[in-house]
């Protein structure tokens, strides 16, 4: 009997590869530059460039972009630049099989600076990845049979989702942003940092469709030798190609900043007030389709008995796919900061999830937000400063359709925080956290996955009554009536006069057994 089946595309994710390692290098200080005299400020970020599987292990390579902000010692006091990069390759361990494409969830650089001598910096930075693998598999649902004489069938109406595609592209951004006319024209740039501020993705005809901002902060020196610095919000849009795709579909995706850079070019007046920002952002994506499927539930023949062997295949149902927002504000004791900060140049913050689960009235976030800001003091030797640390949070993002056992992905993105100096050792910090959350149900499915005939006993069927009376029981129902006494459940309905729904407990009903010329 030759079984109709539908092929189910279903999304796979593999066992989270953690890793820490460290980046070990030295830095000589240019001869164009100063000598060191005090760290302000060091910056590690974490940039892979490659990621392959080697047997049971990933290999990764890239290198930790390092930017050092310092004073030059002695009567100078200038402040200055280090910039570059440190290598690295680093084998990761994979516990299970690695199902295909490779993703790095999390990455994170710690920079530490050691001054050797005047003209000589270490770097020691600790890295941090955490990556997964991303599969697919192909499952087959038995829709149906070919049609035949005597046989009945039941249907069972599932909802489910099916992977349309996964992928992972480089979105390249491009913009530009001035300062005021009347502003000193840009002698160097000391300092910058390009961060996502907030990125909203839809689905489209064929694409993705990219917006948001990114927020940049520059530090520069002017031609008049003068500190300056600018912090903008630089909009952008674009689209990533994903062919196939509509505005029906749901779409997990995650966008990360990968590299960026800053060049100054000449304004309308031929002076350096223009800021071009090169970014490109790697956005991982798995796109999914939602299609309502009648699966062949059960099935009998009055021709010939039928024996059906089953599988228990694990689909998908969407239940939400959600964007929110938890406006934070917190004050904290900074009492080495009092009397200190003439004004709050840039402030920069990073959301780091400790903890989620589901609870009672939606999925709860535990973590931190890492927060730190550049200000002058009231110190001309040494005009800058920054202060670091972190804020704990707990929030629910409400979902009261979660329930324990969902899958889930969370995904959290700071807006730009604000730095507020309340005095006598206070600071108040405000931030909009922002969450993307994509929550799924297990659907466990009976699937027909082969099926056996043979003929009748002949002589068992001609011995069974023509006709029963029979009183219908507590979870009786007419489609296991109808296989038992050889009849279908249609032909039950017909002689009593039976509609929609199942009958009552104690109703009585006649069962007329099905004559096919068999007999």
């Keep these: 009997m030759e079984q109709l089946k539908k092929a189910v595309r279903k999304s796979v994710t593999g066992r989270k590869m953690s890793d820490q390692f460290y980046v070990d290098g030295d830095v000589n200080v240019p001869d164009d530059k100063g000598d060191v005299g005090r760290i302000v400020y060091s910056q590690g970020m974490l940039r892979v460039e490659d990621m392959k599987q080697s047997g049971s292990y990933v290999r990764v390579s890239g290198r930790i972009q390092y930017q050092i902000l310092y004073l030059a010692g002695g009567d100078d006091g200038s402040i200055s630049v280090l910039q570059g990069k440190l290598p690295f390759e680093e084998m990761v361990y994979a516990e299970e099989e690695v199902l295909g494409m490779l993703w790095m969830k999390e990455s994170s650089a710690e920079l530490t600076v050691t001054i050797v001598h005047a003209r000589k910096l270490r770097l020691r930075a600790m890295a941090e990845l955490e990556i997964i693998s991303q599969g697919e598999e192909e499952q087959y649902l038995t829709l149906d049979v070919e049609e035949e004489e005597g046989l009945c069938r039941r249907w069972e109406n599932v909802e489910i989702l099916t992977l349309h595609k996964s992928c992972r592209e480089s979105f390249r951004i491009k913009e530009k942003c001035a300062l005021p006319k009347q502003s000193d024209p840009v002698g160097k740039v000391l300092f910058t940092d390009i961060t996502q501020k907030r990125t909203e993705i839809r689905l489209i005809s064929d694409a993705l469709q990219m917006r948001g901002e990114l927020s ?104 939400m796919q959600k964007a929110c927002e938890y406006s934070m504000t917190e004050q904290i004791q900074v009492p080495e900061l009092d009397d200190q900060v003439l004004q709050i140049c840039h402030t920069s913050g990073k959301v780091r999830i400790e903890h989620t689960e589901i609870v009672a009235d939606g999925i709860m976030c535990e973590g931190i937000l890492q927060i730190g800001f550049l200000y002058i003091r009231a110190d001309d030797a040494e005009p800058f400063e920054i202060w670091q640390g972190m804020v704990p949070f707990t929030y629910v993002a ?91 459940e249609k032909r039950i309905r017909e002689v009593n006069e039976i509609g929609e729904g199942e009958p009552k407990t104690g109703e009585k009903i006649l069962i007329f057994k099905e004559n096919l010329g068999i007999l």
């Design 398 to 488: 409400e979902c009261r359709s979660a329930e324990a056992g969902m899958e889930y992905e969370l995904q959290s993105t700071c807006g730009q925080p604000v730095v507020s100096l309340l005095g006598n050792g206070e600071a108040e910090i405000k931030a909009v956290l922002e969450f993307q959350i994509f929550l799924k149900r297990r659907e466990m499915v009976s699937n027909i996955c082969e099926i056996h005939t043979e003929p009748l006993d002949k002589k068992a069927l001609s011995e069974a009554p023509g006709i029963v009376g029979y009183v219908m029981k507590n979870g009786d129902k007419l489609w296991d009536l109808a296989r038992k006494y050889h009849t279908t």
């Design 216 to 319: 940049i902060f520059v530090l520069y020196e002017s031609t008049e030798g003068k500190l300056g610095w600018t912090e903008q919000a630089v909009p952008y849009e674009g689209k990533i190609d994903c062919y196939g795709a509509d505005e029906t579909m749901y779409y997990q995706a995650e966008p990360k900043i990968v590299d960026a850079m800053v060049d100054v070019k000449l304004d309308e007046d031929g002076e350096l007030r223009i800021f071009e920002i090169e970014a490109v952002m790697e956005v991982c994506a798995v796109v999914y389709g939602e299609e309502q499927a009648d699966v062949l539930e059960d099935m009998y023949s009055l021709k010939e008995q039928v024996t059906l062997e089953k599988e228990e295949i694990e689909l998908s149902e969407l239940v």
